[in-house]
């Protein structure tokens, strides 16, 4: 018969304990608040140790927006061969640190070239002397693409595409960040 006490004091006990000491500290649940006081939920949480922001970078990692970012989703007809040679230019506007998010696909494989060059006004204008400058960031054949830009220079930032079929195909085209939907859509020209 005495056996039965100690038995249910010892679930006791041991309810007791588990509830107090080991769920804040191995999980991090505390109900009673004792894990806070004794800093077991501490023993849970990962040490953290502080560092300063990567040196060197051209813009700012964290900064705010005036604007909130936009979403679109575009459809970009790509002509056949008969066409502009199959040929066409999809641009954005970005001032440099802005993010794009996008992604594309199509039903026939494209070719791409992912680019961005500073603004041909302002360039004409006299914004700036020399050369316009013209940076590459992807290209490649494929059905479809996705990733991220953070804008290196203020300019026109996209995508010039090309159709091998004689038939035109309709390119999808999801956009997310901060951008301006222009000069837009540009069809390229046989070039002499």
Known sequence: MRLLPQLGLTALVATAVTVAFVLPAEYGIDPTGLGAATGLTRLDAPQEIRVEPVANVPFEIARPHETPYRED????????????????????????GDTLLYS????????????????????????????????????????????????PIDGIHGWFLANRKMEPVMMELHLAGWYELGPGLISLTRRE
């Open 73 to 96: 989703t575009i459809m970009v007809r790509v002509g056949g061969l008969d066409e502009f040679y199959g040929q066409i230019e999809y641009k954005l506007t970005m001032q440099a």
């Open 104 to 151: 594309w696909s199509s039903p026939e494989e494209l070719y791409y070239d992912f680019h961005g060059h500073a603004d041909p006004e302002a360039h004409a204008e006299g914004a700036s002397d020399g050369p316009m400058e013209v940076m590459t960031y992807a290209t490649g054949r494929a059905f479809e693409a996705s990733g991220v830009l953070t804008a």
